[in-house]
């Protein structure tokens, strides 16, 4: 037996809200990034540190409109099954691998999350955890990781069904494929992925398989390798070995996750040659193991760390008494570099997902080699590396196959880049198997359909903001075209104002900073509007000068006063400036809607302390204030509680606040666990 199906899941579940109508402006003069690492970590594995890192957000809008308002919600499922396994996928969601359950022993093999909620740790901001996230071609959590992907059914040629997703990742530049199959009889899950670099140049690409499974005591990762490379969000990169740390304070087992006390990633150095894979085993020595083909060669456990920062966050993406783990698998040894793609080069690999059942004694004994050479010898009899390598080539055929139905369409990106390359002349970018049908063109592609056929963008409403932006060359060379026509970009009667405003985007985003100024004050004089004034703020601030910056966000916000997310920026903006003082006047005039924004009120905490309101800032603080968008790492929140303590008792006790009151403080007034998020220990 073996069935896909679609069903409904429901789930309590947040809102997701809106996008950011705003560009996520960063100015990239390299991509590369320098990372301070040990040097014992060897040539071979630094060579690469940093390679591609830096990436816009941008084309992508932000995903940061979501609460903490559960409700019901109904999911669509994609669900394959077979007489051993049940694999339920989101399509809606990145493609997400929500639950693999395996039947027999009636075990959940993941960590499932029972509810529904993003959080800011992803590229575009909204992200959430559990399951098996497909993380593809930039660092971090990729673009997709809650939007629907284009999703079908096909069949091989013995009548299995197959899931297929597939996207157009248009920041890079990449086509990627994953088809997800459980054939009859089989006990692991086959996830056969595709990277494809349509281009005609080399690209810095990505993956990362990110794995949930469950964290409790007694629980073990167990990986064929001696040594990792450690970062532990406070210093750099370092290697330890594996599984016992022979160093500093680390004198612990850190393969037992519940052993480590902070946030951790440990990236596993399999050595060239071996078998690629990682399992998570419980007391009795089961639970998931996951493996592949050699092309996904890097191994990494993540943990939050037992600290209550650590558990403040397992909590605050799931609700109480859910913890997890990350194990992951990627293309690159760590996470803090990219991979070369050559131009037109076509990547596929196998992962596999299923059940392990060690032996309890070795797989937990102090002898790591027997404890990893029994799981592999169990991995192998069942699901061996030859079958593994062949079955990747025995499937390549069906890869190219076209999907027999599409039962979810993804973006219309793909269908743009096929009629931009169409009417340049380029070669197709979508294969057979990855159709991109003309009917997916909807209003986000729309301005640039008609700069493609028109050869200029439509006017636009300057009290609306653009419905999407575009950074790529390509894109750029065909606008700066268009601004060069007899009236085109010159008169505020049409596009001008507009085409410009892109042009500064693009400009910027490329480094070509003189030339984004000239832009956008190129487009405010055409026709004035908050987001040129908005675009040339973030120039000033990237520049240093952040009273312009704050001047000419409060100019913006002028003239849209109930444009949240550019009352945020002009509220970061005076804060970064040092005006206190302003900033708590400007909070005040805001409409009710906005200073009842978290973020806002993060940015009214600080004014308030900064200016002695402590007042203000005890009813906030002892309020029912929820932080809804914390950025992973920040700790925001928390050291504004320690300063409005701090405050407090030197008011008090009439007391200068020092380092012995900062000491006090931390340990009479400790945060409360709904506003402690520090990942690691020396965090205050």
């Not at 359909?449 to 750029?476: C, F, H, N, Y």
Request: hydrophobic share 40%; net charge negative.
């Amino acid at each position: 037996m073996s069935q896909l199906r679609l069903e409904t899941m429901t789930v309590p579940a947040a809102g997701l809200g809106g996008e950011n109508p705003l560009p996520p402006l960063v100015a990239i003069a390299e991509p590369n990034v320098k990372y301070e690492a040990d040097p014992s970590i060897p040539d071979e594995d630094r060579c690469r540190l940093g390679f591609g890192v830096r990436a816009p957000i941008l084309p992508y809008r932000l995903q940061d409109g979501y609460d903490r308002r559960r409700r019901p919600r109904a999911l669509r499922v994609a669900v394959l099954e077979n007489e051993f396994l049940r694999a339920t996928f989101a399509p809606e969601l990145g493609g997400r691998l929500w639950s693999l359950f395996h039947k027999p022993t009636q075990r959940e093999l993941l960590s499932v999350n029972p509810v529904f909620q993003p959080a800011n740790l992803a590229i575009r901001d909204a992200w959430f955890s559990g399951g098996v996230e497909w993380n593809m071609s930039m660092v971090g959590h990729h673009p997709f990781t809650c939007s629907p992907l284009f999703a079908g059914r096909l069949r091989d040629p013995r009548g299995h069904d197959i899931l297929r997703f597939y996207e157009w990742e248009r920041g890079r530049g990449l086509l990627f494929q994953i088809d997800a199959s459980l054939p009859p009889g089989s006990r692991f899950l086959l996830v056969r992925v595709r990277l494809v670099n349509p281009n005609n140049v080399e690209i810095p690409t990505y993956w990362w398989s990110n794995i949930a499974v469950p964290e409790a005591p007694g629980h073990r990762v167990l990986v064929p390798a001696d040594w990792a490379v450690s970062f532990s969000y406070t210093g750099p990169l370092s290697r330890i070995p594996i599984p016992v740390p022979d160093r500093g304070n680390d004198l612990r087992d850190v393969t037992y996750p519940t052993n480590l006390p902070s946030a951790r990633d440990f990236f596993f150095r399999i050595a060239d040659g071996r078998r690629a894979w990682v399992a998570s085993l419980d007391a009795q020595g089961r639970g998931l193991i996951q493996a592949s083909t050699d092309r996904l060669k890097g191994r990494k456990l993540f943990v939050w760390g037992m600290s209550p920062g650590g558990r403040t966050w397992q909590t605050f993406l799931a609700e109480p008494g859910t913890a997890y783990i990350e194990i992951q698998a990627g293309l690159g040894r760590t996470q803090t570099e990219c991979v070369p793609m050559p131009a037109r080069a076509d990547w596929s690999w196998l992962e596999a997902y299923g059940l392990m059942e060690a032996d309890a004694a070795a797989a937990h004994g102090s002898d790591w080699s027997r404890a990893t050479g029994d799981v592999e010898a169990r991995l192998e009899a069942q699901l061996s590396r030859a079958w593994m390598d062949a079955e990747l080539e025995r499937t390549a055929d069906l890869a190219d196959q076209p999907p027999e139905e599409l039962f979810q369409h993804g973006s219309g990106w793909g269908a743009l880049e096929e009629r931009r390359r169409e009417r340049a002349g380029e070669p197709r970018m979508a294969r057979a198997s990855t159709p991109f049908p003309a009917s997916g063109l909807g209003p986000e592609q729309e301005p640039w359909v008609a700069l493609l056929e028109r050869g200029r963008l439509p006017a636009g409403d300057p009290a609306r903001p653009p419905v999407s932006w575009m950074i790529q060359e390509t894109w750029r060379e065909l606008l700066e075209t268009s601004v060069k026509q007899p009236s085109n970009g010159s008169s505020a009667d049409d596009s001008g104002y507009l085409a410009w405003l892109h042009l500064g985007v693009m400009h910027f985003t490329a480094h070509r900073l003189d030339e984004a100024r000239s832009a956008w004050e190129r487009s405010f004089a055409l026709l004035p509007s908050a987001w040129a004034l908005r675009c040339l703020a973030v120039l000033a601030r990237h520049e240093k000068r952040l009273d312009e910056a704050a001047a000419l966000l409060t100019r913006a916000c002028a003239m849209l006063p109930d444009q949240l997310h550019l009352a945020l920026e002009c509220a970061n903006a005076l804060h970064e400036a040092g005006r206190p003082a302003d900033l708590a006047r400007f909070f005040a005039g805001l409409p009710e809607p906005i200073r009842a924004n978290d973020r806002m009120l993060l940015q009214a905490l600080w004014a308030w302390l900064q200016t002695s309101d402590l007042d203000s800032a005890r009813r906030t603080l002892e309020g029912d204030l929820e932080i809804v968008g914390l950025r992973e790492g920040e700790t925001s929140i928390t050291e504004l509680w320690f300063s409005y303590h701090e405050q407090r008792l030197a008011r008090a006790e009439g007391v200068a606040i020092d380092d012995a009151l900062r000491k006090r403080v931390r340990r009479e007034c400790p945060a409360p666990a709904k506003y402690d998020f520090r990942m690691a220990a020396s965090q205050g």
